[in-house]
Nanobody, 115 residues
């Protein structure tokens, strides 16, 4: 059974940093794209970052230069390092993968950026 479990969220001041983790199980992690999404209250869910099975990265424009996605194919874990955090980064962050026509999501972890 596919499972994705996020951790690492919390409260941080503007300009601060957090590292999110997503521990996975139930599929061959090393063979799949992994994604980070976020959703703020009243807004649509947004794709933030993606990583290919071999480490190729892509980002939404608003986080380029501040966020870094990475993966550990031994630990079956994907990370999101978030630096220079801004108020607009406040959201629930979810990890995601797609297996065939099915999408899988973690439970989410709250990131709150506040002064």
């Amino acid at each position: 059974q596919v499972q994705l479990v996020e951790s690492g969220g919390g409260l941080v001041q503007p300009g601060g940093s957090l590292r999110l983790s997503c521990a996975t199980s139930g599929f061959t992690f090393s063979g799949y794209y992994m994604n980070w999404y976020r959703q703020a209250p009243g807004k649509e869910r947004e794709l933030v970052a993606s990583i290919t099975p071999v480490g190729g990265e892509s980002y939404v424009d608003s986080v380029k230069g501040r966020f870094t996605i990475s993966r550990d194919n031994v630990k079956n874990t994907v990370y999101l390092q978030m630096n220079s955090l801004e108020l607009e980064d406040t959201a629930v962050y979810y990890c995601n993968t797609r297996l065939s026509r099915n999408e899988y999501w973690g439970q989410g972890t709250q990131v709150t950026v506040s002064s």
